[in-house]
């Protein structure tokens, strides 16, 4: 029998009779065996990819106020989902644990930002007055700069007379648009808070659901463990990078405000605030810090010295904090390329304005711990990494 099988086909290819027809079957399959198979899949190019880039970011532009509060209570969200698991180990259910950490929350904010603000909102009003005074402080420490700038006012003043004497006198009736506008932007901003605040709860009080509905969707056991471990890590980076921050920029403020009051400067749990708010920005919101200071110090003092003892302290501090005490506390973990950092803060400060400022570092965080996870973006994750 295995003789028969074996020379069988060699009888038939040497048979006349059938030959021709057995030539025929395998001439007509020869060119289907030799064609090549087709990708299944196409890759997609440079220019899909730019266009997918460009489009995504047209959308996270102009849908901003849907999407920016979404952004905040997921970074929130992801800060505060260990205290709720934290409770959850105590047999709290997540639902009450939420809602008793968002009122003490919503509280503790509201307390502080009515006792600082009232001081806050004198010294907006008082602003005019105060830019005068420090125009002259300036002019009577510097009195070079004063005589530069009457000579600047006064060629100024002698270009614009014969413009004014060709003119005639208009009479032009202006209605203020600020109030309006203030009270369109405080509503604007309420809203965002409010849609902020009740996506946070639902996030907080739902425990791991959307994990868990993650994991239920993944087609392999592989994707579901890569799946967990993004998320854990995700939230692990992000709320030990925020509270280690937050304590940093309070233990920040509170060294600053210490610092005014033995000085003399009014206000200084005011400012110790606003340096702490403003150290969340990297790079512009030392400087704004800095300027502010100098500002109220000039203001304050009468001779220059005393009036950049402020801000001297303020950047003393700063230095000691970012080159000292942040990479000590933080380690390696959170060592971002400096130039990417700074590229992340224009790029959200022009996409989302001061909201965007704040998230710049938490999104270039998540950002580095999901291209950590895949190897096909381990280039990606070593241009984020210093």
Known sequence: ????????????????????????????KEPLSTE????????????????????????????RPVVLPVVLACIAGMTLKPLIRWSSC????????????????????????????????????????????????VQKVLPRLARFSEAATAVNNLGAMGAEQ??????????????????NWTGTLLAGIGETLVLLYLLLASGDLFLQKLVRVMPTLHDKKRAVEISHGIQQNISNYLFS??????????????????????????WGMLVAVLNFVPYFGPIVGVLLLATVGLLTFDTLWQGCMAPAWY???????????TPILLGRRFTLNPAVVFVSLIFWTWLWGVPGALLSVPILVSVKV??????????????LSR
């Open 315 to 325: 950047l003393l501090l700063h230095l000691l904090e970012a080159n000292l005490i």
């Open 1 to 28: 029998m295995v003789a028969t099988t074996i020379t069988q086909p060699i009888a038939a290819k040497d048979d006349p009779t059938i030959g021709a027809g057995w030539r025929a079957e395998v001439s007509s």
């Open 166 to 183: 060709e003119k005639a006198t208009v009479v032009e009736v202006k209605t203020s648009r600020v109030p309006s506008m203030f009270i």
């Open 90 to 137: 105590g047999h709290i259910p997540p639902a009450l644990s939420a809602a008793v950490l968002l009122c003490l929350l919503v509280t503790a904010i509201g307390i502080g930002f009515y006792q600082l603000g009232r001081p806050a909102l004198t010294w907006m009003n008082d602003a005019p007055q105060h830019l005068t005074e420090l125009r002259h402080r």
């Open 245 to 270: 921050v937050s304590l940093i920029n309070i233990g920040l403020g509170v060294a600053v405000s210490g610092g005014l009051y033995f000085m003399g400067v009014p206000n200084a749990a005011m």
């Open 370 to 383: 999901v291209c950590d996870r895949f190897p096909t973006l381990a280039t990606v994750s070593e241009l």
């Open 36 to 63: 090549p198979v087709a990708p299944t899949a196409a890759k997609a190019t440079p220019l899909q990819i730019v266009l997918i880039l460009l489009g995504a970011i047209a959308f996270l532009y102009f849908a």
